[in-house]
Each structure stands twice: as structure tokens, then as C-alpha cells.
């Protein structure tokens, strides 16, 4: 009894974790702590990572398409830790916000779902820093189309706006 309570406040604060990201759209909100929480599982071999990400999908998507949603964004991440060339970097999970490296993500899927492939793979290049972008392209745009079929649409505006995020450094590194 007590762990099934302590189960059901652990969900409540997991869905309104996913909610207080006011500033950004529900299909934004799914990509980008999607991808926080799946790398920190990775990071951190908390499976109460990977639980957050279940809980935040399967509330808005249903359990079926969530299960669909989840394989394709943990092959997508798993893609992008193979390839990448530095850390890849997210928030702490409660913050309100999203990193430059969480930016990037939503808006390699937001690129795929609107066929803008060499915004695609610049993002897929500016985030893993390897020319090897083959993998992560692919993955973005099978979450992207997965979504999709779900009905959640990223805005194109995220693909624009992660621009302004990413100034560069002297050496060509984003800040």
C-alpha cells in the first residue's frame, strides 16, 4: 500500500515536472526532457530517469504509442553518445528550462518533421561535433515521424530559434 502511494506522488511530480516548462509547447516539452532523461539514465544508471521519461510519454501519448516514442528516442540518444565527440549536455532535471545541447536536439527533430534536412544535419553536427551524423540523423527522424503520427508536431520555430542559442566561440566552439 505505502509503495503504491508513494508510486502514484512520484508520477504526480514527474507530470508536473513535465508540465512547468510554461514557455514551451507539449511537443517541445516531450523531446527535450525526453532526451535529458534518457541521458541522464545513461549518465547516472538511475533507472528513475528512464521511469520519468515513461511517465511523461505514456501520459501524453497513450502506452502503446509511448512504447514506440521511447524505443525510437533511446536509439536516438544512444546514436548520439556513440558518436558525438565531447560530453553532451542537459539540465538537472527540474530546471524550467533547456541547454544549448537540449535546444539542439528539439530542434533536430522539429527539422526532420518539417523536411528541412540540412538544418537537420547542421544541428546533428554542431551537437556531436563529428562528421559521423549519419546514425543521429536517422534517429532524429524516426523519433520525428513517430511523434508525428501522434499528432505532436514541433514547431518550425524551433528549428530557427536554436540559432540564437549557439553563438560561436573564436575557435568555432559554440559557448
Known sequence: MLRKKLTAERRAEQSAAAVSHPKFREPERLVGLGFRAWLAGYETGDIA????????????????????????????????????????????????????????????????????????RACA????????IDDVVEGAECLGATLKSCRKVLSPASICGVAALCPLRPHGRPN
Open 49 to 120: 530517469c528512464w521511469e520519468q521519461a515513461w511517465t511523461m510519454y505514456s501520459d501524453a501519448l497513450g502506452p502503446e504509442r509511448a512504447r514506440a516514442a521511447l524505443t525510437d528516442l533511446a536509439c536516438w540518444v544512444r546514436a548520439i553518445r556513440t558518436a558525438s565527440c565531447r560530453p553532451i549536455e542537459v539540465f538537472p532535471g527540474q530546471c524550467p528550462g533547456f541547454c544549448r545541447d537540449e535546444c539542439m536536439a528539439i530542434a533536430m527533430v522539429a527539422a526532420s518533421q518539417h523536411g528541412a534536412c540540412p538544418a537537420l
Open 125 to 132: 553536427w554542431a551537437l556531436i561535433e563529428s562528421s559521423a
